[in-house]
């Protein structure tokens, strides 16, 4: 008897969840079709009532109604979310999420949403998201509701912060709940805390946030605060925003370094004007290009160490047309620098289109490899991994350049060559062999330099003449030789142009840095730091 009596009482729980599920399913039913029906307004206040729901299945309906995807099928009225484009549309039900088939265009009537309706629903989808399993989809659910506070979510955010793990997401409810405090009927104490907690945010969705309770507010005390924390959030964005400008001026400092070192070598050990140095850069970036073309067709799994395979080839190729340029022009001109300067100027034109005639006058891809794709933050700084691996990189080449003149003996001859040419070459030191090896080791570095400026610049024969008036300004301007006054004048050169872009624009900027440049070295002839030896003094 008892058996039985368990028995009824199982088949009766059944019976009723089975009820209630029935029941849940036409409610969220009835929700979604109040979608469909009356005006713009009733479809936003039907909109706030599926979000109040809670029903997970509420989320793809309310996505679908925003995106323009949300459908009634003219034939039998039933909502459906249109996928996909075409002749024929596929649809799915859009509470089931049953597949419907597909259908025309023609047989479907699009739910219509304006941009107000639009911002509802991007709030109420945020509030229904806020406790979803995926870690990204909370947060940005969180970031959605900074945006559009929604009074509604005030409970689900809560709870949702009562229940939360992660220290960054529940700092993102928190932040999204100060917001909403804002847009709320809340106390004044309660707004007040709020503003703090936006305040210590200091980004610019904080500002906007901020700027609109500062309209709103009718509370004296609640509107100073407002002011107050939107000028604290423009103060802190202000000085990321000079951080930015200043890490912006180091990326455009290490390219800088890269294209003017080898000529800081050349031009300070044989007093040479190398007008074809930018083609040297050139030939570089082409190097790398040819190397990715033979792995995308031969070896496509070594892509991301194209660049690896590439630098040394880079170096080795326009290092080796360098000492042919040094063997072949260059010796016969050495003490006739306006001669060196038109030699050169001619070489660059006969390179560039030497280039034109292999590659073609249009630009040419140069992939990046996975390592040196994306983004990260650092506070409110922006840094993409490809500038920050080149600023490595450039960084790298400077200390072995300064490892090489100081601890091998090719270093010692470049460096006694450099400071007194005639005792060097009384000592026995081969100065034409100096010469032809610091000419070679001047243009490998600028193809270094092409590797590098393929990944941020357009490969293309003249790829080397937006670098090579910079790069003589940066060598003049750090002193002549002088491998340390490069590194200075780079980076220095790098962030004055950063800073005055967005003043003057980026040719006017260039132009006052040249003036700056001339007005100094009527003061220091010799650049910031002078090389000291009997030859130069």
């Not at 780079?490 to 001339?518: D, R």
Request: positive net charge.
């Amino acid at each position: 008897m008892s058996f039985l009596r368990l028995l009824a009482v199982l088949l009766s729980a059944l019976a009723s969840v089975s009820i209630a599920a029935t029941a849940l399913s036409a409610d969220i039913q009835a929700l979604v079709t109040n979608l469909t029906a009356g005006g713009l307004s009733d479809r936003e206040a039907a909109v706030t009532a599926l979000a109040a729901s809670g029903d997970a299945r509420a989320a793809p309906v309310l996505e679908a109604l925003g995106a323009g995807q949300l459908y009634v099928r003219s034939a039998d009225k039933v909502i459906v979310i249109g996928k996909g484009s075409g002749a024929n549309i596929a649809l799915v039900e859009a509470v089931s999420g049953k597949d419907a088939g597909t259908a025309p265009e023609s047989a479907l009537e699009r739910v219509r949403v304006n941009n107000r309706l639009r911002g509802v629903i991007e709030g109420a989808v945020g509030s229904l998201t806020l406790m979803s399993p995926d870690i990204r989809v909370r947060r940005g659910a969180a970031e959605s509701l900074l945006k559009r506070p929604d009074p509604a979510a005030l409970g689900p955010l809560d709870a949702a912060i009562a229940a939360e793990k992660d220290t960054r997401v529940k700092q993102a409810f928190q932040e999204a709940r100060a917001a909403v405090v804002l847009a709320s009927d809340a106390t004044s104490q309660q707004k007040i805390d709020a503003i703090a907690v936006l305040r210590d945010r200091g980004d610019r969705e904080a500002l906007g946030v901020l700027q609109g309770a500062v309209n709103r507010a009718t509370d004296p005390a609640v509107k100073a605060a407002s002011e107050a924390g939107a000028e604290s959030v423009r103060q802190t964005l202000a000085a990321w925003g000079a951080a930015q400008n200043v890490w912006y001026g180091i990326s455009l400092g290490s390219v800088l370094l890269l294209a003017a070192i080898g000529l800081a070598i050349t031009f300070g050990t044989m007093g040479v004007i190398n007008m074809a140095h930018g083609e040297m850069v050139m030939l570089g970036a082409y190097t790398t290009f040819v190397v990715q073309e033979i792995i995308r067709t031969s070896a496509p799994h070594l892509f991301d160490v194209s660049l690896l395979i590439a630098l040394p080839l880079a170096f080795v190729v326009a290092g080796g047309i360098g000492i042919l340029i040094e063997r072949g022009i260059i010796r016969f001109l050495y003490g006739r620098p306006l001669d060196t300067l038109l030699a050169t100027w001619g070489l660059s034109l006969v390179l560039q289109q030497a280039v034109r005639s292999i590659f073609g006058s249009s630009n040419r891809e140069v992939g990046a490899p996975s390592w040196m794709s994306g983004t990260f933050q650092v506070g409110q700084l922006n840094i993409t991994y490809g500038r920050l691996w080149i600023v490595i990189f450039s960084l790298v080449v400077f200390v072995a350049l300064i490892m090489l003149l100081r601890k091998t003996p090719m270093g010692l001859y470049m460096r006694a060559v450099t400071q007194n040419r005639p005792m060097a070459s009384a000592m026995g030191i081969r100065t034409p062999r100096v010469d032809a090896l610091t000419f070679g080791l001047g243009s490998g570095i600028a193809g270094l330099a092409g590797v590098a400026l393929s990944q941020i610049d357009n490969v293309s024969p003249n790829l080397g003449q937006g670098y090579i008036i910079d790069s003589f300004m940066v060598v003049v301007f750090g002193g002549v030789g002088n491998l340390f006054g490069t590194l200075v004048g780079a980076l220095t050169l790098g962030v004055v142009n950063k800073f005055l872009e967005p003043y003057a624009g980026a040719v006017l900027g260039k132009i006052l840095v040249l003036v700056f440049i001339i007005l100094f070295i009527q003061r220091r002839p010799r650049g910031l730091f002078a090389l000291k030896g009997r030859s130069v003094e």
